[in-house]
């Protein structure tokens, strides 16, 4: 079956414009997260979604990040006023019904900010 | 807070060897542990994880681990490896909440034939 798919999967941007990355999660997955990646690093949890809860968002850096998710379909993550740290692979994962379960990840976006 | 350290960035090792790559955390709370295992241009997988029970944990194409937490590590073993074993692998911890989770920096396995 189909999964986890992220658009687009690479992206190059000039400082100060904003970008959106989308995440297509399973079909049937209750929760997904984003991560981000730089170079030389970890994975670095940004936000995780669950059904119809509020999301948890205590990993986003800074108020130019933010994210949405229409119902347990597609999740968007929006940079706003890109800076250079912020360029790095953007992962996005879902897993059924979240907590302890098997994460599924995407491809990722990279995101390069000139 | 929580935090997790993978000392070695690269681990060469030969064919049909044994292999061992260490995992370490910090946290102020209990955690659950997780191996995942990234193969050149795929997406993260999971290898294995602990909840609770045994600590040692057996996963997918034969490699264990074995939580210690009196030394707060969780380092993964092999002891025949392939060359499909090259890849990149993640050790990541999760506080009791379930919802966070935390990797490290990752280990680059690298098998010679």
């Known amino acids: 079956g189909a999964g986890v798919s992220q658009s687009p999967s690479n992206k190059v941007t000039e400082k100060g414009k904003d970008v959106e990355l989308r995440c297509d999660p399973i079909?049937?997955?209750?929760?997904l997260y984003w991560y981000r990646q730089r170079l030389g690093q970890g994975l670095e949890f940004l936000i995780y979604?669950?059904?119809?809860?509020?999301?948890?968002k205590s990993g986003l850096p800074s108020d130019r990040f933010s994210a949405e998710r229409t119902g347990e379909s597609v999740s968007t993550l929006t940079i706003q006023r890109t800076q250079q740290e912020d360029s790095a692979v953007y992962l996005c994962?879902?897993?059924?019904?979240?907590?302890?379960?098997?994460?599924?990840f995407g491809p990722g976006t990279r995101l390069t900010v000139l | 807070a929580q935090s997790v350290t993978q000392l070695d960035s690269q681990v060469p090792v030969f064919e049909e060897a044994p292999v061992e790559l260490r995992c370490n955390y910090s946290?102020?709370?209990?955690?659950?542990l997780f191996w995942y295992v990234q193969y050149p241009n795929q997406g993260l997988q999971l290898l294995l994880k602990?909840?609770?029970?045994?600590?040692l944990v057996k996963g997918i194409n034969g490699f264990e681990a074995e939580f210690n937490k009196s030394q707060t590590s969780f380092h993964l073993r092999k002891p025949s490896v392939h060359i499909s074993d090259t890849a990149e692998y993640f050790c990541?911890?999760?506080?009791?909440?379930?919802?966070?989770?935390?990797f490290g920096t990752g280990t680059s396995l690298t098998v010679i034939p």
């Open positions: 994962a879902s897993s059924l019904n979240g907590g302890l379960n098997e994460q599924f």
């Open positions: 079909s049937g997955h209750t929760a």
């Open positions: 979604f669950q059904g119809n809860s509020a999301p948890d």
């Open positions: 946290s102020s709370v209990s955690v659950y």
């Open positions: 602990y909840l609770s029970g045994s600590t």
């Open positions: 990541a911890v999760s506080p009791n909440t379930g919802n966070q989770f935390y």
